[in-house]
């Protein structure tokens, strides 16, 4: 599709976050599976719970604009996503693996959270008020997620990585 509107880039990206929110239902067990920590397996699998919901959340968007919905390969969160496999699969401290799954987590809501923040914002130029409520919502969870992670990183995960 061609993009030569605000609308039309609107509903491009949005085909590309639904395909990288899936990709991440996928994506996060494995991740869980790997953490060795017990509280941060505890916060990928709540992550996970809340990313099931943002897939149905970006479907009740597609769903106020009359659209069914579509994804689009998400060629970003497809690196993303290899480029943690491959630095985890080089990894054979456990402590050291849970600092790389933090990192390469947050990397991912970094992303999301630019997504969000730019498709609530145009939402809102858009006058897709319904829309704007349901973005902001998941916007809010990613924030909450990546907080919740730096947490985790700071409080023991990283001085556990480094002794």
Not at 52 to 57: F, L, N
Not at 100 to 111: G, K, L, P
Not at 153 to 161: F, G, R, S
Request: net charge negative; charged share 30%; hydrophobic share 40%.
């Amino acid at each position: 599709m061609a993009v030569k509107t605000l609308d039309d880039l609107f509903h491009e990206t949005l085909k590309d976050l639904y395909y990288a929110e899936k990709k991440l239902v996928k994506t996060l067990p494995k991740m869980a599976k790997l953490a060795t920590s017990p509280t941060l397996k505890e916060a990928i699998e709540h992550h996970l719970n809340e990313t099931e919901s943002h897939v149905t959340r970006l479907e009740e968007v597609f769903g106020t604009m009359g659209q069914k919905p579509t994804a689009k390969k998400c060629e970003a969160l497809e690196g993303l996503v290899k480029e943690a496999e491959d630095v985890l699969a080089e990894i054979e401290d456990a402590a050291t693996i849970d600092a790389a799954i933090i990192s390469s987590s947050q990397t991912v809501e970094h992303y999301e959270i630019a997504r969000y923040g730019t498709l609530v914002c145009w939402a809102r130029q858009l006058g897709l008020k319904d829309a704007e409520f349901l973005l902001q919502k998941t916007l809010d969870e990613e924030q909450n997620a990546d907080k919740k992670l730096s947490r985790l990183a700071e409080e023991y995960i990283n001085q556990k990585a480094a002794a």
